[in-house]
């Protein structure tokens, strides 16, 4: 009996060696398709209210990377890369209401969330 046991923990052990396999973090789908406005600036009681010369940051969606950033800091807004080619970043939960959260894959934003 001992040795059955001895032999499955050498398994066990021998199995888990090797290469970790890479999964990409998916984007959550309320990220990449937000039904709502994403307003930059946002408002500081009501997100969902839109302040004098906001936009909503869901029209960044899709663009190169460089352009996203130009069209926010033309508003005075700033973003910040949360979500990579499938790599999440570490983040710090402070609030900014002048900040938009990013997921960009392949130079290209595909999702917008309130930093």
Known sequence: ?????LIMCVIGVAGGCGEDEHRPVPIPEAVAHP????WCPRA???ESKRMRGAFDARRLIGLAW??????ATERDCTLRVVWE??????????ADRTRIDVYVDDGR???VEWG
């Open 109 to 111: 934003v595909v999702g």
């Open 35 to 38: 039904t709502d406005p994403v």
């Open 44 to 46: 500081r009681r009501d």
């Open 85 to 94: 080619d499938g790599e999440g970043s570490t983040i710090t939960g402070a």
């Open 1 to 5: 009996m001992r040795w059955a046991v």
């Open 66 to 71: 460089d352009e996203a950033e130009a069209r």
